[in-house]
């Protein structure tokens, strides 16, 4: 008998677009012996949708134009219901759709942070990925090194801040820590959005400006060189990595418009590295995760410095787009998208190899 899977897509997140692609590609690629699937849309304005229609309007994002196949629905927190409300606005009335699992293909605020896993947390429903908890301190990039550096993994220096900071101070601190070029990161958004480059006083003045712009929190760091490397974990008690991916941003550096607009970033798996340096990046991999309390799955970045490696950040809900490092690296150690589809909604309800 199927299984039926909520599958979580849109949202207000600056990331919108990337879920709906996401989304449309976990849908597609279900095992349709095991599962079926339930899709559920939020639009940009946070209006919750059950969406019928095709996945490719999805990947357009024109599917909340679809009038015709689209029911007003919200997540119901009674355990009772242990699944979505579908509304009759008409009639004043809503019929219960129970689902076993839910898929939250969600990336960034309100998705990623631990918000829908709470939710989910109260509706008594499993959910792929991170509890409530790791999701919420493994988004805020601040909390994510402050933890990792206190277990002992090398961390990307920072410096943090909140809107209330003098920014006079600020840039004074950063000029004396790190000097020019340095970046300037929300502290809660992914998928580099709101990230500036700064090169000298009035660039940094204009990136803490955009960034407080996404988060009322934001991390400055000096310019790290070296190679940005990614790695694939997966699993609750017994989490395992992939193998090291690289990217190539053949940019001045990976932000949105080079990861999902240009196609100008080479992605490359496995990467092309020393094993012994391939072995060390994928225990730390492992280590950040454990540290993060995380389970399901995540995706760890690092950058390769000639000091060693150096932790970047961490992607509880990474992309599943056709582009996307998360699957293309678990292929590589013999895990196709279909199977890892699967194997992420049994590790959500529990099962565990």
């Avoid at 039926?4 to 919108?16: D, L, P």
Wanted: glycine share 8%; hydrophobic share 40%; with cysteine.
């Amino acid at each position: 008998m199927q299984k039926t899977v909520a599958i979580i897509f849109g949202g207000e997140s600056s990331e919108y677009e990337v879920s709906c692609v996401s989304a449309a590609n976990v849908a597609d690629n279900l095992d349709k012996n095991l599962y079926k699937a339930l899709l559920v849309g939020i639009t940009k304005d946070g209006k919750w949708w059950i969406y019928k229609g095709e996945t490719d309007d999805m990947r357009n994002h024109i599917w909340h134009e679809k009038r015709s196949f689209l029911t007003p629905a919200v997540i119901s927190p009674c355990k009772a219901h242990h699944g979505i409300l579908a509304l009759d606005g008409a009639n004043g009335t809503f019929e219960i759709v129970r689902i076993d699992v839910a898929f939250p293909v969600l990336h960034g605020k309100n998705g990623e942070d631990g918000t829908m896993q709470g939710l989910l947390e109260l509706a008594g429903i499993p959910y792929v990925g991170c509890d409530t908890y790791s999701s919420a301190v493994s988004m805020d990039k601040a909390a994510t090194k402050t933890i990792c550096a206190n277990a002992g993994i090398p961390v990307v220096p920072f410096i943090s801040a909140v809107k209330t900071d003098d920014i006079d101070e600020l840039i004074a601190r950063s000029e004396s820590n790190y000097g020019y070029p340095v970046f300037v990161k929300p502290a809660n958004a992914g998928s580099s959005v709101g990230i500036t480059k700064a090169k000298n006083k009035n660039e940094l003045k204009c990136g803490i400006e955009l960034a407080f712009k996404h988060d009322r929190k934001l991390l400055i760091e000096p310019n790290t060189v070296g190679r940005e490397i990614e790695v694939a974990v997966c699993g609750n008690d017994k989490p395992f990595a992939s193998v090291c991916g690289e990217i190539i941003s053949n940019s001045d550096f990976y932000d949105y418009e080079t990861k999902y607009i240009d196609n100008r970033a080479q992605c490359i798996a496995p990467a092309l590295i020393d094993e012994k340096i391939s072995d060390e990046i994928r225990k730390y991999a492992v280590s950040v995760y454990k540290a993060l309390d995380c389970k399901g799955l995540s995706r760890v970045d690092f950058f390769l410095t000639e000091n060693g490696p150096m932790l970047n950040e961490i992607n509880t809900i990474p992309g599943f787009t056709p582009i996307s490092m998360y699957p293309k690296m678990m292929d590589c150690i013999g895990i196709g998208y279909s199977e890892l589809i699967t194997k992420l909604l049994l590790l959500a309800e529990g099962y565990e190899e």
